[in-house]
């Protein structure tokens, strides 16, 4: 089904159950009209999901100061818009889960650049390509699990992927990003357990 910017689909995974996934992509000129645009989505988010997609927008704890002049710097070159941090800010407020908090091996074609902290997505070396669970999500991603994959000239972005496992009592994440704050309902320990998974299907991924 979709839904103004945004196309939902509930996924029947073997073995693990029903996965709600809200596939977006986000005006690439305008952080205000993205605002808008992520705000809509959320306001008509009405069960736990997985938010994915091209964001267009960046996170600015994935980089170091002189790396971000130097991204605004080359922006400006190429003639694009000053990047813009706010609709990550604002889904962070919200206490959606980033996957790359949870981030495993990186492939060595998708170069990391130096004073940034992740792979990116995008040709300009940045990272605009999300998977964000939302606070409520039965979905745990699975620590060291994240990665960004080449899409080897299919795309101008490159593949994002995370393996996912769902909870029992589906308590919410606890990753290991600096900063993802956990509000104190969300420190108490609770007891979980992760569903068996028969057979030789491995961890679903995303």
């Known amino acids: 089904m979709r839904t103004g910017n945004v196309l939902k689909a509930t996924i029947e995974v073997p073995h693990v159950g029903e996965v709600n996934f ?14 808008k645009q992520v705000d809509a989505i959320i306001q008509s ?23 971000w002049t130097d991204i605004v710097k080359y922006y400006e070159e190429m003639g694009k818009p000053t990047p813009k941090v706010e609709v990550m800010r604002f889904l962070k407020s919200k206490q959606y889960t980033d996957a790359k908090d949870f981030a495993g091996e990186c492939e060595s ?9 992740v792979q990116g997505t995008c040709k300009y070396g940045t990272r605009v390509d999300y998977l964000l669970a939302s606070p409520d999500c039965p979905y745990k991603f699975i620590p ?8 080897k000239g299919t795309s101008d972005h490159h593949i994002v992927k995370v393996d996912v496992t769902k909870c029992e009592n589906y308590p919410p994440h606890e990753s290991n990003g600096n900063n993802n704050k956990i509000p104190k309902k969300r420190r108490q320990r609770k ?14 991924k995303v």
Do not use: F
């Open 144 to 151: 060291g699990s994240y990665s960004v994959l080449s899409s």
């Open 22 to 35: 809200q596939c977006t992509h986000l005006d690439h000129l305008d952080e205000n009209w993205r605002m």
């Open 191 to 204: 007891h979980q357990a992760v569903v068996k998974i028969t057979g030789t299907a491995p961890p679903s």
């Open 109 to 117: 074609v998708v170069v990391i650049a130096k004073g940034q902290s």
């Open 45 to 67: 988010s009405d069960s736990p999901h997985i938010l994915a997609g091209g964001l267009n927008s960046l996170d600015e704890t994935d980089y170091l100061q002189e790396r």
